[in-house]
Structures are given as structure tokens and as C-alpha cells.
């Protein structure tokens, strides 16, 4: 079946630090990729997202790029802020395979001062 | 703004209650998906509606039921709760248009004695 596989957490950094969160995925097809972002206290909501090969979805200085050849979805961001600390999720989905999103397991991140 | 409600932030049950879990949205959504959420497990897909009074099954239903008599409202029952469903719920709704932009409630957690 298709699963999503991140890195473990909690990964803890210091304020304008370089962010790499992994995430690979295994799947029949090529499904759509997406980052979700779950702040303190609060529900998740969609951060950016790929539908097909070679995409970059950006959002907020986030970047991912769509690597089919290492069915991979890096999140990655050039200089982190304490207001970014949170837990990031990478999902799938397959289009007309229903409406399921398959989630990662999170990584927590950690910004301090 | 799109907006998506819990009944309750915090919940105590006692092992064998019946416990309702209400989720209301006002988006005019077609889909409705209740989750719940448990450290390195990321998130999992309880049960799911597509439209009023149609349900389909999760990857974990066993132990939990819905109802959907109105577009706008989701409901998760737990039976008779035991302590492992103690956890993090999340509602979330989205267009069928669009069904990777889920849009997540603040989220419920259960506890149970």
C-alpha cells in the first residue's frame, strides 16, 4: 500500500538556521504530495503542495520539490524563525483514488532565539 | 473565512460511556473526515462521509461510529470507551473539488479513565 516516511524529531535549531524536514514516500503511481503545519494548539492546514514531477510547491519560504526519481518531497527552508516552530506532516493523495490522504507520522520542530 | 468546530477542546470520559465528538463545519463541504492523532503514529483515518448520510471506513473504525444527518455536521461516537481510544481527535472538511485541502479543526482531546 502507500505510506509516508519522515524523520524523526524533534529537530531543534537556532533562529535563520537551514531547515531540511525528509520525507519519502512509497507508492503505486504518482500521487500528489503535500506539506501540512500543525501550530501549538491548533489543527493542521495545507502549507504547500506538488502534483507531478519536477514541481516545487513554496509557501511562507517554504520549498519542496517533487522527486519522482527518489520519490521524494524535501520541505526545506533557508532561514528558520522562532514562529515556525510547529509539526510538519507530509501527506499523499491520488487523484480520482478517492479522498484519502495518507500521512507521515510528523517531525516536530524546534526554533529558539 | 473557513471555519471548522470542535464541541469540546478537552474531554474526560470514564471507560464504558458512551462519548460523543461534534464537528461542525460552514464551508459548505461535501467531504468530512474524522481522525485521531498519537505520537509516532502521525495521523489516522477513523471513518469518512462524501455526503449527507454516507459513510465509508478508515484505516482504524473498529470501536467508533458517525453520523451525518446535515451537510454541515460530523459526528464521531465512541460506544463504550475504553482507555485506548484516549488520544487527539481531528475533524476536518473539504470541497470534492479539491480533496487534498483538507481544512482541520482546533482538534478534541479525549481522555479516559
Known amino acids: 500500500g502507500n505510506s509516508v516516511t519522515q524523520m524523526e524529531g524533534p529537530v531543534t535549531l537556532s533562529e535563520e538556521a537551514f531547515l531540511t524536514i525528509n520525507c519519502t514516500y512509497t507508492?503505486?503511481?504518482?500521487?500528489?504530495l503535500f506539506w501540512y503545519v500543525q501550530y501549538p494548539g491548533e489543527g493542521l492546514q495545507l502549507l504547500l503542495k506538488?502534483?507531478?514531477?519536477?514541481d516545487k510547491g513554496s509557501n511562507k519560504g517554504f520549498e519542496a520539490t517533487y522527486r519522482k526519481e527518489t520519490t521524494s518531497f524535501h520541505l526545506e527552508k533557508g532561514s528558520v524563525q522562532v514562529s515556525d516552530s510547529a509539526v510538519y506532516f507530509c501527506?499523499?493523495?491520488?487523484?480520482?483514488?478517492?479522498?484519502?490522504?495518507?500521512f507521515g507520522t510528523g517531525t516536530q520542530l524546534k526554533v529558539e532565539l | 473565512d473557513v471555519k471548522v468546530t470542535q464541541s469540546s477542546r478537552y474531554l474526560v470520559k470514564r471507560t464504558g460511556e458512551k462519548v460523543f465528538l461534534e464537528c461542525v463545519q460552514d464551508?459548505?463541504?461535501?467531504?468530512m473526515f474524522w481522525y485521531r492523532q498519537d505520537p509516532g503514529l502521525g495521523l489516522r483515518l477513523i471513518y469518512f462521509?462524501?455526503?449527507?448520510?454516507?459513510?465509508e471506513k478508515g484505516d482504524i473504525p473498529e470501536g467508533y461510529s458517525v453520523s451525518r444527518e446535515k451537510k454541515e455536521r460530523f459526528s464521531l461516537i465512541l460506544e463504550s470507551a475504553s482507555t485506548n481510544q484516549t488520544s487527539m481527535y481531528l475533524c476536518?472538511?473539504?470541497?470534492?473539488?479539491?480533496?487534498?485541502?483538507?481544512?482541520f479543526g482546533p482538534g478534541t482531546r479525549l481522555t479516559v479513565t
Open positions: 501527506a499523499l493523495i491520488f487523484t480520482g483514488g478517492g479522498n484519502k490522504l495518507t
Open positions: 464551508m459548505d463541504h461535501e467531504n
Open positions: 507508492a503505486t503511481g504518482y500521487p500528489s
Open positions: 462521509s462524501y455526503d449527507v448520510k454516507m459513510k
Open positions: 476536518a472538511s473539504t470541497p470534492g473539488s479539491r480533496a487534498y485541502e483538507q481544512y
Open positions: 506538488a502534483t507531478k514531477a519536477d
